[in-house]
Nanobody, 124 residues
């Protein structure tokens, strides 16, 4: 089992930056791929970014490339998602995800563990 707790969301103005954190416990963090998904109002949850166990490989949805950066600190059992130049369309609940497979972490139906989500609201 893996327990995930997100933090760092809030109300921000467009153009600003934000860093979300995901603290993990319960499984050897260094053996777990981590990812982020988001769900905007009235829309399905969508994949945003993923990072491999070591942090050496990352993968992003095309819609966020260049503005979003996923990272992890295995010593702190924490994954991060930095969002630059926030836009109103980034408004969503952001979910942290964990899975033993770097391939599966990108596919919502394959992900084993989820956090409760953190709300990000971007005002124009």
């Amino acid at each position: 089992q893996v327990q995930l707790v997100e933090s760092g969301g809030g109300l921000v103005q467009a153009g600003n930056s934000l860093r979300l954190s995901c603290a993990a416990s319960g499984r050897t963090f260094g053996r777990t791929a981590m990812g982020w998904f988001r769900q905007a109002p009235g829309k399905d949850r969508e994949f945003v970014a993923a990072i491999s166990m070591s942090g050496g490989s990352t993968y992003y949805a095309d819609s966020v490339k260049g503005r979003f950066t996923i990272s992890r600190d295995n010593a702190k059992n924490t994954a991060y998602l930095r969002i630059n130049n926030l836009k109103p369309e980034d408004t969503a609940v952001y979910y942290c995800a964990a899975d033993p497979s770097f391939r599966n972490i990108r596919v919502e139906n394959e992900v084993d563990f989820w956090g409760q989500g953190t709300q990000v609201t971007v005002s124009s």
